[in-house]
């Protein structure tokens, strides 16, 4: 069973930064575009950052663009997410996901169209 293994969460004050990173632990996926979405108690699982598996196409959220930006090591299959300037709204559980479609040329931001996610990572900003 393949497994996505993120890191890098923790408690961070407001105004700091941090980098997620998430790696599967078996099989790549190469040729599948990856993003990141978060979930903050009570609310809706919401995107935030997405690449294509090329990683020539990034699309970022709008209450995250021009803060965050999101890489790939593709022949690792690891997604990284870095944010600055963090915000209190930004606390929420992050999860990273697999496009559930094959070398897509888009970065899809609709939570259905991800077929494989991990456990999350909890991030916390203090005010």
């Known amino acids: 069973q393949v497994h996505l293994i993120e890191s890098g969460g923790g408690l961070v004050q407001a105004g700091g930064s941090l980098r997620l990173s998430c790696s599967p632990s078996g099989r790549g996926f190469r040729h599948y575009g990856m993003a990141w979405f978060r979930q903050a108690p009570g609310k809706e699982r919401e995107f935030v950052a997405g690449?294509?598996?090329?990683?020539?196409?990034?699309t970022y959220a709008d209450s995250v663009k021009d803060r965050a930006t999101i890489s790939r090591h593709s022949a690792k299959s690891t997604i990284y997410l870095e944010m600055l300037s963090l915000k209190s709204e930004d606390t929420a559980v992050y999860f990273c996901?697999?496009?559930?479609?094959?070398?897509?040329?888009?970065?899809?931001?609709?939570?259905?169209?991800?077929?494989?996610w991990g456990q999350g990572t909890q991030v916390t900003v203090s005010s």
């Open positions: 996901a697999v496009d559930g479609q094959a070398l897509r040329t888009t970065v899809s931001t609709t939570r259905r169209l991800y077929s494989v």
């Open positions: 690449i294509t598996w090329g990683g020539e196409r990034t």
